[in-house]
């Protein structure tokens, strides 16, 4: 399936459904988190038995940051390990889903507001499949990522996300993946097996965040730099918090909101998550 034609016919056979496919933001923490067995992985796995089969998913994670917009666009992405320091075990794993550059094609289509361009070096990294594999261990539905541009305000990415909403509509699952609070440098690593342990600030704008997701305070989400002295020590970089503003600009007025794997790590992470629908 690598021609444009062939997509059409792909997502011609889906009859727009009268509930389309959820919109996700995933806390993915801890590159282990894709190899262990933790409440968060296992969480994962509950997710994916309890949503439609998705015809394809795309992700937008944290650890694909770059200078313009791209998509995937290859037929077998290959498994990028984009850390340091954990066991063999990890640098080991595999994830062989393929990809989909009809559908790649497509989705670039869809956003007006900016090039999209089409990517054939990077593949899935482990923003991507950490979770993923969790979610669907076959590795048998296509999965794509698409990049985050650094060099653009919040307002960008948001605003682009909602040019892809039809996707919704055609079965492919969106899903944002980041931390809403994330602040390495602040981790208190004697701590970071004490359940649910978290600092002050980190408790108090990770509920903020929940308060606006829920009241369908976008715009704050947005300028969430206007938030306080707390939203800056959770978001020093961007990278991690722009995945929910994709999610955001997914949602509709009319998506139920749910909150899950909603536990801080080590102090100054979270690992709440969103399922939009």
């Known amino acids: 399936m690598t021609t444009l034609s062939a997509f059409r016919e792909f997502t011609n056979t889906l009859e727009e459904q009268e509930q389309i496919m959820p919109v996700l933001f995933v806390g993915h923490g801890s590159p282990m988190n894709g190899i262990e067995d933790t409440a968060f992985s296992r969480r994962w796995t509950q997710m994916a038995k ?11 994670s944290a650890h694909w940051f770059t200078r313009g917009t791209k998509i995937t666009a290859m037929d077998f ?42 990517d054939h070096d990077w593949g899935l990294d482990h923003g991507t499949w950490t979770i993923v594999r969790h979610m669907y261990p076959q590795a048998n539905i296509p999965v794509l990522q698409l990049s985050i541009d650094y060099t653009k305000a919040p307002q960008y990415h948001y605003d682009l996300a909602k040019e892809l909403y039809a996707l919704r509509k055609k079965g492919v699952l969106i ?38 997701i829920m009241d369908g305070n976008h715009k704050a989400l947005i300028s969430y730099s206007a938030l306080g002295k707390e939203a800056m020590l959770a978001i020093p970089t ?17 998506d139920p909101i749910s909150f899950f794997n909603d536990q801080a790590v080590g102090g100054s992470l979270t690992m709440t998550s969103v399922k939009f629908g």
């Not at 309890?50 to 937008?60: Q, S, T, Y």
């Not at 850390?83 to 869809?110: D, H, I, R, S």
């Not at 609070?181 to 929940?210: P, R």
Request: proline share 8%; aromatic share 10%.
């Open 50 to 60: 309890e949503i439609p089969v998705p015809k394809a998913v795309l992700v937008v």
């Open 77 to 118: 992405p290959e498994t990028i390990h984009d850390f340091g320091g954990f066991p063999k075990a990890l640098f080991e794993v595999q994830y062989p889903a393929p990809g989909n550059p009809a559908l790649a094609k497509e989705t670039a289509a869809l956003v007006h507001s900016a090039h999209v361009e089409l």
């Open 175 to 212: 899903m944002g993946s980041g931390n809403m609070v994330h602040n390495l440098g602040m981790v208190a690593w004697d701590k970071i097996n004490v359940e649910g342990y978290a600092y002050e600030w980190a408790t108090t704008i990770n509920d903020k965040f929940k308060e606006l």
């Open 238 to 254: 961007p990278e991690h918090y722009l995945p929910l503003l994709y999610t955001a600009g997914l949602a509709t007025g009319k």
